[in-house]
């Protein structure tokens, strides 16, 4: 069995790619999980696309505050842990758009997919807090629309978090995946960019089609990062 522990004690630059399930044991159910709680309702992928809020803002407005928001979830110890290593020598790299790792006291973190709580007015740029956006997704001052700053189906990845994110992998020597599947791309692509010598391991319930020099270490990442440490 891959030694995780070693792995991270020796490493010098870690960087974390990390999904829905690290979020899941806060409380915050991952929307894509086969068999989720929109399986046979209405596809989570057109109601976060940028053509749903083109065209019907109102239900954009009440699917995201229905099915995204989660202002009681707290991190985890999968956060706590990823937080405080990698705040000494490393990065997390997240797809979630929970915000949990920076209250985690994450400081290396790169929101691939952007922040829920990030909220802000299309028209004009001015920001709202979540309980402003609760109450309207419209802004009154200018009849803007106001929409959390993620990144919707049909819109591309902001390029400078793009790059932050190539960086991080392509300077780590011990990359860890937590919580995804790596299926959805580009995210996924990311792993590409990990350096030749580099050490890759993901940790996962079921085994994952990885590449042939990655460590699969199989488990409930809670009880595989409880005893982590520097
Ligand atoms: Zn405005």
């Not at 956060?79 to 006291?105: F, P």
């Not at 990359?175 to 993901?202: C, E, H």
């Not at 990655?214 to 005893?227: L, T």
């Amino acid at each position: 069995m891959f030694d995780l522990q070693r792995a991270i004690s020796e490493a010098d630059n870690i960087c974390f790619l990390t999904g829905a399930g690290v979020s899941t044991a806060s409380g915050i159910p991952d929307y894509r999980s086969k068999g989720g709680l929109y399986a046979d309702s209405e596809k989570p992928e057109y109601a976060l696309s940028d053509d749903n809020l083109a065209r019907h803002h109102e239900n954009f407005h009440q699917w995201v505050l229905a099915n995204m928001f989660h202002p009681e979830a707290k991190p985890n110890v999968i956060h706590d842990k990823m937080a405080a290593i990698s705040n000494v020598k490393g990065t997390i790299v997240t797809q979630n758009v929970d915000g949990l790792d920076r209250a985690a006291g994450a400081e290396h973190v790169i929101e691939f997919h952007g922040n829920l709580y990030r909220l802000y007015c299309q028209k004009c740029h001015q920001t709202f807090s979540y309980d402003q956006y609760q109450q309207s997704d419209i802004h009154a001052a200018d009849g803007g629309v106001i929409r959390p700053d993620i990144v919707l189906y049909g819109e591309p990845i902001n390029q400078q978090v793009a790059e932050a994110a190539v960086d991080a992998v392509s300077s780590a020597d011990l990359l860890i995946v937590v919580g995804t599947s790596l299926v959805v791309y580009p995210f996924a692509g990311l792993l590409r960019y990990a350096p030749m010598g580099a050490t890759l391991v993901a940790v996962n319930k079921e085994a994952l089609e990885l590449p042939p020099r990655a460590h699969m270490v199989q488990g409930d990442a809670v009880s595989v990062f409880e005893p982590l440490h520097l």
